[in-house]
């Protein structure tokens, strides 16, 4: 049997919800359900390996006025999950945070030392990072990191662009080097993070198997036609442009319902002055966003395509989108898989036109087309992404790395 110490920030259910509802700074969800549908997919094969989880909790002096934290270890549908216990002031949480990170990582590769084990990371947070893997370089462990964005893009939004930023993209990029193997989001990661051409895996994304028992019925769809959009609240992310080509459809009972945070947060009281039908609702919890996509007409992603970052990161939101059963529009983004294009609908042109014909078009269709569509999109991710088959791949690569 497998025993995999994943090390990331994250956190049991109870607990992040805890963090989330206690926050000054609500904290990102994605990073956690990403890490969440991974880690429940690896413990449902609990015949192959065991889980268990070493996390930095994700708060900060600023997200959180609590300074004092010791959580204690807990065991929830055969995941152990383990906190690295910390004192909530700058500078003296990451230095408890580095040597305790060390410690445990090495005692965990050294009991036991002739069993099958390998350490799963989570690169953003580079203090965890740093100190447990050269736990697992000193005890002759074997590593993985997980990276879902760019060095450069982790620090896009939340890190001012001065030396600070610079020293992280610059040590996380070295760091890179040391692991043994990866798990990426696009074929296109592997030639700027994988530079000594070690094992790869690719892994766009992943949905909760459990969707299988969420149903999405017409007739428990809003009165209202809704549009919503869930994400970064971004003008490179294609929101502004969105909400223009919105503002250009005329019937009265079209919403658009945004979800997110962002730098555009500030001009979204200006649009719903401009037009009512125009609805930010911030961030909420993941299970309130389901809710309201199973509710919807169309789930909408207008990223910029020709934009750079596109290449490198796969948006989580549209494996969960089309895992709703609710139909998808989205731009054809360059880290999409092609087999993923025949169950999304597609902005050919992103102008504000574009969008807007687009859009109108597929309003004009019966809503029996577009559910059906969207079913069809919901079974494609269901036997093909849920988080259960995408951890037996990820499994299957950890072995061909021992071979």
């Known amino acids: 049997m497998k025993k995999i110490f994943y090390i990331s920030t994250l956190c049991s259910p109870w607990l992040i919800d805890y963090i989330f509802n206690t926050s000054v700074i609500k904290p990102g969800l994605a990073v956690q359900k990403f890490h969440r549908l991974l880690v429940e997919g690896l413990a449902f094969h609990n015949k192959s390996c065991c889980v268990e989880t070493l996390s930095t909790l ?50 965990w590769n050294l009991v036991g030392r002739r069993e099958d084990k390998v350490a799963i990371f989570d690169v ?59 798990l990426l989001l696009t074929e296109q990661m592997n030639e700027v ?34 549009l919503l959009y869930a994400g970064g609240i971004y003008e490179k992310y294609g929101i502004k442009k969105l909400i223009e080509a919105f503002l250009k459809l005329e019937d009265d009972d079209l919403r658009l319902h ?62 969960e989108y089309m895992a709703s059963g609710t139909p998808i529009v989205t731009t054809l983004l360059p880290g999409m898989p092609i087999e993923h294009i025949p169950f999304v609908y597609l902005f050919t042109d992103e102008s504000i036109d574009g969008i807007y014909q687009t859009l109108n ?23 093909n992404k849920s988080n259960y088959i995408q951890a037996k791949r990820l499994l299957s690569f950890l072995e061909d790395i021992d071979v």
């Open 361 to 383: 078009n597929l309003l004009l269709k019966p809503k029996e087309e577009l559910h059906k569509f969207g079913y069809h999109a919901k079974q494609f991710v269901l036997e």
């Open 258 to 319: 945004i979800y997110g945070e962002g730098e555009m947060k500030k001009d979204m009281p200006y649009y719903m002055s401009l037009d009512k039908r125009v609805v930010y609702q911030g961030i909420v919890p993941n299970n309130i966003v389901i809710e309201r996509q199973l509710e919807a007409t169309l789930l909408i992603n207008p990223r910029s395509s020709t934009e750079e970052f596109t290449k490198y990161s796969f948006p989580s939101k549209n494996m």
């Open 193 to 226: 993070v994988n530079r000594h051409h070690k094992p790869y895996i690719i892994m766009e994304g992943l949905i909760d198997a459990k969707m299988v028992a969420t149903t999405n019925l017409l007739e428990l769809k809003s009165s209202e036609r809704i």
């Open 124 to 182: 953003r947070n580079l203090t965890i990072t740093i100190s447990a893997l050269l736990a697992c370089k000193l005890t002759n462990t074997k590593s993985i990191a997980i990276v879902t964005d760019l060095p450069n893009l982790i620090t896009e939004g939340h890190m001012p662009n001065n030396l600070t930023s610079k020293v992280f993209n610059s040590l996380l990029t070295k760091i890179l080097g040391y692991f043994d193997g990866y």
């Open 58 to 107: 994700p708060i900060s002096s600023k997200i959180h006025h609590q300074r004092l934290w010791n959580i204690s270890s807990e065991v929830l549908d055969n995941i152990h999950y383990k906190y690295i216990p910390t004192i909530n002031l700058p500078v003296l949480k990451n230095v408890i945070i580095c040597i305790y990170a060390f410690v445990k990582t090495a005692l």
